[in-house]
Structures are given as structure tokens and as C-alpha cells.
């Protein structure tokens, strides 16, 4: 019989273990190695996580986060939904529905408007799943990601590191303005917008200013959170991959997946610049990162935009994989709009 209950720190290794069962994706398969399953959690204000137990073993589990997002003008409470797996050999018996229906029942309880997930394209199965559990589809998004393989010239921009309250003020300003009409933004004070980049673990918030122009992209190293492991990729990554194995000694080459290997990467996000100048500061920006990357050892930098954000055209052009997906939406009162616009991607939901 399934029994389900809230998860506690003695469930980790458990948890960490069943993530080890239960890679993603088809094309891609990845399998996520986590040495604190909570790690992730630990980046929201409020979140929750249960667990699916079968005589004892824990067999299926899901995490869910409170928010208050902005959607089209109103600020509204959301219920993200993710780290949804079930133990391969427990699968097609109604697990993760039952999990689902927990979030679910919590998220009423506290009167949420709305609950979401992302799912990126070759996932069926939790698309079909939620679809049947009454969500849908609102909006696509992508993840440009560009692959590391040389240092570039930044030129005559400084770019700095937003560390005094005054900058972070200026960087959090600049961001309320760019995604002022986008769905999802989180609209704080520069305290609150301070304390929440201070928990992600951020690599930092860097901008860039100059003649009435600003730019800024923040970093997140998700190593802190996961390694990622590749068990498969596509022939043409597979070719690539060894065209760069045969190249790279000789001429720069960007450093692909390698089946078997791990993926070390870096998220960019809260992306965004001033419509004067603001395109050049960033692509330079976008440079000093990549730099900063080639010292880290990082693989790749990834993106997750809405495709009508203007930072994504020029993410995307440095882009060699860009993987597309869904955000889809459930709502429970009735304040939750039937469209949404552009949408603002919370780097901590990916
Ligand atoms: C997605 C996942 C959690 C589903 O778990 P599950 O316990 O097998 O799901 P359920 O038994 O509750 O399935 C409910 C419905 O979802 C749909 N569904 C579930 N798995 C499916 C699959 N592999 N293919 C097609 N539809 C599927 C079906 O409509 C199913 O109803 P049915 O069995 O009556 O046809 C599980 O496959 C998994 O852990 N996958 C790997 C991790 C992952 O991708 N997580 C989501 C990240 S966004």
C-alpha cells in the first residue's frame, strides 16, 4: 500500500538515491547527481516536499514552492511545482498522481491562486500527466546554451560586481523596469531582491554602465545543486563531440557533452538592459562572463527566456543547443487570467 507523507532531512540519501533512478529526457537523457536533495528547496521562502513510501521504501516524490508572482498587473500566490519522480518500477500505478494531488491539496489549504511546472519538450510523460490532472499549457520558453571554448576580448567596458546595497538598488531598478509587463516577475524591494540572490548561491550580479546605458546578468552555479550526467545525447552532439575531441588540441573549439561525462554549467539570469546602449553593454557583459567561465573550468552557460525577451535574440545567436519547452498552469480561483504575456523565468524553478 502507498503511504504519503512529508519528507525530512533522514529521507536525503533515499531521495538522492531514487533521483539516481530516474533519468530525463529522451533525446538527451541526463541523470541528476544530488548530494542535498533539499538544496534546491533551500533557495525559496517557503517550500515542501513529500514522499511516496511502498513498505517502508520511498518510492515517489514531489516539491512544491509558495510565491507571489506578478501576472499581467495583479500580484498573485503561485504553487511551483517540481522535483516530481517515481521510482521506475513503481510507475503507470497512480503514484505521481497521488502526488500531484497532495501539492494540490496543500496549495487550496493556503489559498494559492495558481500552481505551475515547466517541462522541457521530450518529456511526455509528466506533460500527460498533469494535462490529465487539469493543467495546461500557457507559454513556451527556451534555454539558449552556449558552449564554453575561449577566452574573448571585452572591450572598453569595466564591467563590475554589484556588491554594495546601492548597486544591487540599481541593478534591482533596472530589472522592475525591463520586465515590468512580463508574467511571473516577482516585484521586491531591493532588501528583499538583496536576501533572495544572497541564498541562491550566486556566482554574483554583474553589470555594466556606460554613457546613459546598463546591462546586468547574475550567475548561478547550479553544481552547488546538482551534477548533471550525460547517459545519452543525439547523434549529431555525439559527432560533435568527437569532431571536438579531435579538434580542440589544435584550434578553439567549444567543449561538447560527452556521453558519460558530466556537464558543469552555469545559469544566467535576471538578464536585462536599457534600451540606449544597452544591447553593446550586454553583449560585452555576456564576454566577461564567458571569460570568467573558461577560469572556472564551466562547460556551458545557460538561459532560461521567454523567446520575446530581447536579451534572448542575442543569447541565442551564441547558442549551439537550445532546448524548448512548456509552462503549464493550473489555476484554482478565479483571479488567474486566462492569457499570459511574456513571462520572467525564476532561474530557482529550473
Ligand atoms: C512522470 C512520472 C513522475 C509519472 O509517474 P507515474 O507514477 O508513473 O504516473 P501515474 O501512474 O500517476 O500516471 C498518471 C497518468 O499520467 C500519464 N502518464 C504517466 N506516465 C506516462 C508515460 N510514460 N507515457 C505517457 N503517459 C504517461 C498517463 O495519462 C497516466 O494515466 P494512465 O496510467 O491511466 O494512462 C514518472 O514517469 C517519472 O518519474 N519520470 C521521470 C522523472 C520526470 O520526468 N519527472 C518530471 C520532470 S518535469
Known amino acids: 500500500m502507498i ?23 529522451k533525446d538527451v ?16 521562502e517557503r517550500a515542501h516536499t513529500f514522499v511516496a513510501e511502498e513498505e517502508g521504501k520511498v518510492v515517489g516524490v514531489i516539491s512544491c514552492a509558495f510565491k507571489d508572482v506578478n501576472l499581467n498587473g495583479a500580484t498573485l ?45 521530450d518529456n511526455t510523460a509528466p506533460r500527460k500527466l498533469l494535462v490529465k490532472k487539469g493543467f495546461s499549457v500557457k507559454r ?28 544591487i538598488a540599481r541593478v534591482s531598478e533596472v530589472l522592475s523596469e525591463y520586465y515590468r509587463n512580463y508574467s511571473f516577475f516577482i516585484s ?15 556566482e554574483g550580479v554583474f553589470y555594466a554602465e556606460g554613457d546613459g546605458g546598463f546591462a546586468t546578468v547574475s550567475i548561478l552555479d547550479y553544481s552547488k545543486i ?16 568527437f569532431l571536438s575531441y579531435i579538434i580542440r588540441p589544435f584550434l578553439s573549439f567549444p567543449n561538447v557533452p560527452k556521453k558519460g ?38 562547460d556551458c552557460l545557460v538561459c532560461a527566456i521567454d523567446t520575446g525577451n530581447p536579451a534572448h535574440k542575442i543569447l541565442s545567436k551564441r547558442a549551439l543547443v537550445k532546448l524548448q519547452g512548456e509552462i ?11 492569457k499570459i504575456t511574456k513571462v520572467y523565468l525564476d532561474v530557482r524553478d529550473l
Open 226 to 241: 546538482f551534477n548533471i550526467c550525460v547517459l545519452d545525447l543525439p547523434i549529431t552532439l555525439k559527432l560533435m563531440g
Open 261 to 298: 561525462g558530466t556537464i558543469k554549467q552555469w545559469y544566467l539570469f535576471d538578464v536585462g538592459f536599457s534600451e540606449k546602449e544597452g544591447e553593446f553593454l550586454f553583449q560585452e557583459l555576456l564576454d566577461y562572463v564567458n571569460n570568467l567561465a573558461v577560469d572556472k573550468g564551466i
Open 77 to 121: 500566490k503561485a504553487n511551483y511545482i517540481y522535483d516530481l519522480r517515481v521510482h521506475p518500477d513503481f510507475r503507470r500505478r497512480g503514484i505521481a498522481t497521488k502526488l500531484v494531488d497532495a501539492v494540490e491539496i496543500l496549495a487550496r489549504e493556503n489559498s494559492v491562486d495558481f500552481g505551475y511546472g515547466f517541462i522541457v519538450d
Open 3 to 25: 503511504n504519503l507523507r512529508e519528507a525530512g532531512c533522514a529521507d536525503n540519501q533515499a531521495l538522492s538515491d531514487l533521483e539516481m533512478a530516474c533519468p530525463q529526457g
Open 140 to 167: 513556451r520558453f527556451e534555454l539558449p546554451t552556449i558552449q564554453i571554448s575561449r577566452k574573448r576580448k571585452v572591450q572598453k567596458v569595466e564591467v563590475k560586481l554589484a556588491q554594495s546595497r546601492e548597486n
Open 188 to 202: 521586491e524591494s531591493e532588501d528583499k531582491y538583496f536576501d533572495r540572490v544572497s541564498k541562491m548561491n550566486s
Open 29 to 44: 537523457k541526463l541523470l541528476l547527481e544530488r548530494e542535498d536533495f533539499f538544496a534546491r528547496s533551500k533557495m525559496y
Open 328 to 338: 503549464i498552469m493550473k489555476p484554482y480561483t478565479k483571479s488567474v487570467p486566462n
